[in-house]
């Protein structure tokens, strides 16, 4: 849980911080023990499906940025000072550590992104940068001083680094931290963070899809949906001058592209769920060999058996009148109306039972077929479906 300064809850956050003002909690939280020892976190970013970096440098020199997989040798080679370790999704792959997402359920779940933990050595920095999405920093070993500069404007960036770091920094704001200290950081705030002494830092981030990826979503979408072609009826002699385009070819050019928005406006839900579940290809969960079929499952459940959300599986769901979608790694699932109960429950509920699915509702037992064979859903005890 989230322990507020005095004369703030999560209701006032939302009100004067969320998307406004950073916010520093000291001993915001407590119980950190669940937290990956340095090695652990170490021994994460050598395995293949985990993201991870090392960066290292400083204001002078620049920073410079690798990839993982690492190997143990590229550890032991490091020097004493001056570089930090990433690992992202680390509530994917180590479940100790996910039950710190839950501190955040005052926030859309659909926002919420990943737990990513930093290992930094003293004076260890990923330079001074702007991010396009909220972030909570969590401060779980060690000391870290944080600068922030509140104020807008340009901020040109450094064309000697590898990272997209800031090429000139004047920081308005000191924040030190200690183990349990929470800084809250609105999307566009400059900020540039070191190490004390040797520290690991939680960074929760929330999703904030771009506009860029919203027109690119729509684009896909449109491409089975859209219908229409360039038509001109109205053709005009005057219009006719070999190739020159015409003002009215261009108008009706927009009309067609009008028409078709028109018709993504009224898919925006289907649009965005999409988009807000869309998932790493390499935390995908692997599909079932042989696809499930609803008898076996729904016995399966009527045994006792309880299906859970893979851990790197994203979910969210839509209610309207008359309409309801759930949605899982970027599919989208219509269900009929009535239906937002096992939605919720899929999405946000801590399994899924056989008291929580109407067997006599086809859309539900086909979207749980579905879900299971896709593996975004899976047996609580692993035992496979055919022996329960």
């Known amino acids: 849980m989230i322990c507020w300064p005095p004369h703030v809850d999560s209701a ?77 999704d680390v509530d994917k792959h180590l479940p100790d550590v996910a ?20 290992y930094a050595a003293p004076g260890g920095s990923v330079g001074p940068h702007i991010d396009a999405y909220d972030v909570f920093l969590l401060q779980g070993v060690g000391t870290r001083t944080w600068e922030l500069n509140c104020a807008p404007g340009a901020a040109p960036r450094r064309q000697d680094s590898e990272l997209d770091v800031l090429a000139c920094f004047e920081p308005d704001t000191r ?14 705030i400059a900020h540039f963070g070191h190490s004390d002494q040797p520290s690991m830092t939680c960074s929760i981030g929330f999703r904030a899809p771009s506009a860029s990826e919203m027109f690119a979503t729509t684009a896909r979408w449109l491409e089975s949906t859209a219908n229409g072609h360039y038509r001109d009826p109205d053709l005009a002699p005057a219009e006719v001058d070999g190739s020159r385009l015409s003002s009215a070819a261009i108008e009706r050019a927009r009309h067609l592209l009008e028409t078709a928005a028109a018709t993504a406006d009224s898919g925006m839900a289907e649009l965005l769920g999409r988009l807000s579940t869309e998932v790493k290809p390499w935390l995908l969960p692997d599909p079932e060999e042989i696809p499930p079929d609803a008898r ?73 077929v579905g879900l299971v064979g896709d593996g975004c859903l899976r047996w609580s005890d692993e035992t496979s479906i055919g022996s329960k």
Not at 99 to 118: G, H, K, N, Q, V
Not at 175 to 188: A, H, K, N, R, T
Request: some cysteine.
């Open 12 to 88: 006032l956050f939302l009100e004067r911080h969320w998307q406004k003002a950073p916010l520093l909690m000291p001993g915001g939280t407590t119980g950190l023990g669940f937290l990956p020892s340095p090695e652990e976190l170490a021994g994460l970013a050598c395995e293949d499906d985990v993201e991870s970096r090392l960066v290292s440098g400083d204001s002078v020199h620049g920073w410079r940025v690798r990839e993982g997989p690492f190997e143990e040798s590229d550890f032991l080679a490091l020097p004493e000072s001056g570089w930090t370790l990433l690992v992202q």
């Open 99 to 118: 039950p710190l997402l839950e501190a955040f359920a005052f926030l859309p779940r659909w926002r919420l992104d990943d737990l990513m933990i930093s």
């Open 175 to 188: 924040w030190s931290v200690e183990p349990g200290d929470i800084i809250y950081l609105p999307p566009g």
């Open 296 to 368: 076996s499952i729904l016995d399966a459940l009527s045994a006792g058996g309880k299906l859970e959300r893979h851990r790197g599986s994203r979910f969210a769901w839509f209610e309207d009148t008359g309409t309801c979608w759930l949605f899982a790694n970027g599919k989208s699932w219509p269900m009929p109306p009535g239906t937002a109960g096992f939605c919720r429950q899929v999405a946000d509920g801590s399994h899924v039972g056989r008291e929580h699915v109407n067997a006599d509702e086809t859309g539900i037992v086909r979207t749980l």
